[in-house]
């Protein structure tokens, strides 16, 4: 949710996970989400309140707080600024996922967004970091292997429930074999690493994944975002979109992205690991 909106310069929001139901929706159910993209932050409320609901097919919904949906849309109003306290992570900065992006401009707009915060009379609280980041990014996260498992067992869910299924494509295995043989899935150009990763992932509801989900939870959750809250007596965190989500991600916190700008005009230009597609340049929002 928030990449892409971040790199179309949209508005998005990344729902708390099971505020919009995930019915038929590829997506680890335990933190994933799935939300609105919008041109403002009005447009997004008023489509979240129609998104938004349980479902029975999703169980996570059913812990949804209230019966009825608020109307979001009444939230957006003009606030007074000086009742709000923002806490900057800036540990995040230090993600290895942005390493080779223009962060020295990013950063340079970001300051501009916080100097306006404060000018209005928000509170910001500086180097409010995330005790757990090393862990989170190191090389045995347990992200690193309860993502494919979510993904296997998620996606199996799935193909069971298809009405329609020419290939008759039941779990990760026959996904592989469909992907390489059909040759508009234009393999191996188009590969399966990632898809193989999955196959080989353990059970979900295996000792080692029941634990990592538990320790996701607790550097997400009490050793990242609610520590940063509740050491700082902040609202909220605020970051760069391309640096916000894989901590509150952990625990299928929420997440609202709004455009800040765009890369300058003499960034160079940074090739993704397929060679052919630009990960960084100019003019990039």
């Known amino acids: 949710m928030i990449c892409p909106a971040s790199r179309n310069n949209v508005v ?33 409320a008023i489509a979240l309140s129609v998104m938004a609901g349980k479902s029975p097919e999703d169980p996570t919904s059913q812990e949804i707080p209230f019966e009825s949906i608020p109307d979001y849309e009444k939230a957006c109003r003009l606030a007074d600024f000086r009742s709000i306290r923002l806490a900057i992570p800036q540990n995040a900065f230090q993600n290895p996922f942005v390493q080779s992006m223009n962060l020295s401009a990013i950063k ?17 609280i500086d180097d409010a970091n995330y005790s ?27 193909f069971r429930g298809l009405e329609i299924n020419p290939f008759n ?19 191996p ?7 193989d990763t999955v196959r080989k992932a353990e059970d979900v509801l295996s000792e ?12 997400g ?29 952990l625990v299928g916190y929420p997440i609202i992205t709004v455009p800040m700008g765009f890369s300058p005009s003499d960034t160079p230009v940074t090739l993704s690991e397929r060679g052919n597609l630009v990960w960084d340049g100019p003019n990039i929002p």
């Open 12 to 44: 998005g929001i990344k729902t708390t996970s099971g505020l919009v139901a995930r019915d038929n929706v590829i997506v680890t159910k335990m933190r994933g989400s799935i939300g609105p993209f919008a041109k403002t932050i009005r447009d997004a």
């Open 108 to 124: 340079k707009d970001f300051e501009i967004v916080i100097s306006s915060f404060r000018a209005h009379g928000a509170t910001i």
């Open 132 to 158: 757990s980041y090393d862990r989170i990014n190191g090389p045995s996260a347990p992200q690193q292997y309860v993502g494919p498992a979510e993904y296997k067992s998620d996606m199996a869910h799935y």
């Open 169 to 187: 494509i039941q779990n990760i295995e026959d996904t592989i074999s469909c992907t390489k043989s059909i040759p508009a899935e234009d393999y």
């Open 189 to 195: 150009s188009r590969d399966i690493s990632y898809w």
């Open 208 to 219: 080692k994944v029941v634990a990592g989900i538990k320790e996701m939870r607790y550097l």
């Open 221 to 249: 959750g009490a050793a990242g975002i609610d520590q940063v809250l509740d050491a700082s007596g902040a609202d909220a965190t605020i970051l760069p979109s391309i640096i916000c989500a894989d901590v509150p991600g």
